[in-house]
């Protein structure tokens, strides 16, 4: 089996927490059987090994979640990078062509395509199983699979199965809450977003716009896809699908309304909460306290992008209002550590100042790079490593001072857990003034 875990998206219905490149499938709020907190895709990744499901697994994604994804899931997972973002059905084709022609797969190999932030028990991921055997057997050329529902809703799509068939007779976008209860008492079902078919046969689906024998073919020549979504473009046209029913526990966590339903504890961070608080969730990621006295149905979200207040059922509304927010991320998780930003200064001048924290797991280290137009100042506040200017290297510990003009090429390389404090100066501060080379720590 072979599973395409699609993770895309800026999450801005979890602001503040998510941003531009901190979605919302990264926030580590859940908790495992042991405590230990962990994100919607370290969940969903744990869940597939954890079903015995022997599948090698592709995570498509954009440039800007690469880091995040290599800090929680590590270097084994193959990711596929899309070159722009084309919604659903280019970055499955993508990843298709991974498998085919990077991973060597077979035509007759099944293709699983799921979400990358269902919140659900085992028994959703035992599911797959069921849907590749209907491919493998020839059932139909694809299989979804369905949720069955819990409430007439109108947020999600709806699949219409044959009468005493597990054949898909049609499909019901979005319909109003009135029409939903009709067609749940009609025997339909949520669609899950989750698709099986055989690699070979989307393969020909690709080479209706691209002529490719290659991997790289198909990277190269990606603005030839529609941009459009897998639904859209290949399942609306089929006409041999079956489906899967999964009963069980089954969220969205997509709102801060539906993600506090499955918070094992309240609050979150340096938080004070009064007893007579009734349905109330803190999440703070400041350094600084936040106190809550007798509120009832709310979440109250702070980090270094922003603070929200919101009573739990209106935050599902909460991207139309900050969708004009338009600010660098505050906060991100890299590869090798994460930062935030805690000071911002322009001066009359024309000269900023732009200052970040910035955590280092150890062992870890910052590549070898230069900027053209700042300078950065950096303070070792806890641990030691080794840094590096211009090729000379010299080991750095609590208290030392490294000053780093335009142009000089340097990196950082953590022995232990390390903390430092930058600050930038320059007429431009942008994440894209950087220029990187090669370097070989001994």
């Known amino acids: 089996m072979n599973v395409i875990l699609l993770s895309g998206g800026s999450g801005k219905r979890l602001w503040p927490l998510s941003n531009e490149t901190r979605s919302k499938q990264f926030l580590k709020l859940l908790k495992d059987e042991s405590g230990n907190t962990e994100s919607m895709v370290q969940r969903v990744y744990r869940q597939i090994k954890e079903a015995s499901i022997d599948a090698n697994i592709v995570v498509a994604t954009g440039k800007s979640q690469l880091d995040s994804i290599r800090s929680q899931l590590g270097n084994s997972v193959d990711v596929v990078i899309e070159p722009d973002r084309r919604d659903t059905f280019p970055a499955i084709a993508l990843s298709s062509a991974y498998l085919k022609y990077e991973k060597n797969m077979d035509d007759e190999e099944v293709v699983l395509v799921l979400p990358v932030d269902p919140y659900a028990e085992l028994n959703y991921f035992k599911t797959l199983t069921k849907m590749e055997e209907m491919v493998m057997q020839g059932v139909s050329n694809m299989s979804l699979m369905g949720i069955k529902p819990t409430y007439p809703s109108a947020k999600y799509g709806y699949i219409i199965p044959r009468k005493n068939s597990c054949l898909v007779e049609k499909f019901q976008e979005k319909p109003s809450e009135e029409y939903a209860e009709t067609l749940i008492k009609e025997g339909a079902i949520w669609n899950g977003g989750v698709f099986a078919f055989k690699l070979g046969y989307l393969i020909d689906i690709i080479k209706k716009y691209i002529n490719f024998d290659s991997f790289k ?13 897998f639904d859209y473009e290949v399942v609306e046209k089929e006409k041999s699908i079956s489906v899967v029913e999964y009963e069980g526990i089954w969220k969205d966590l997509g709102t801060w309304n539906t993600l506090t339903e499955v918070m094992d504890d309240n609050t979150l961070g340096h938080v004070i909460i009064s007893e007579s608080c009734q349905n109330t969730h803190v999440i703070n990621e400041l350094d600084i306290p936040i106190a809550v006295l007798g509120t009832k149905d709310i979440v109250v979200a702070a980090s270094p992008d922003g603070i929200l207040v919101s009573d739990k059922h209106q935050s599902s509304y909460l991207k139309t209002y900050v ?69 000379h290297v010299r080991n750095v510990r609590r208290g030392d001072v490294a000053y780093i003009t335009k142009g000089q090429k340097h990196a950082i390389r953590a022995n232990s857990d390390l903390r430092f404090i930058e600050v930038q100066i320059g007429t431009e501060l942008l994440e894209s003034d950087i220029e990187r080379f090669e370097w070989e720590w001994n």
Request: hydrophobic share 30%.
């Open 323 to 391: 969708d004009n927010i338009h600010q660098r991320p505050m906060f991100e998780e890299r590869r090798w550590g994460e930062y935030k930003v805690i000071d911002y200064v322009s001066y009359g001048d024309g000269t900023s100042s732009l200052t970040k924290s910035l955590f280092m797991k150890s062992g870890k280290s910052i590549s070898y790079q230069s900027h053209s137009v700042r300078d950065e100042i950096w303070t070792i506040v806890d641990g030691t490593g080794d840094l590096v200017i211009d090729g």
């Open 217 to 229: 073919e198909v990277r190269d020549n990606y603005d030839s896809l529609p941009k459009i979504s």
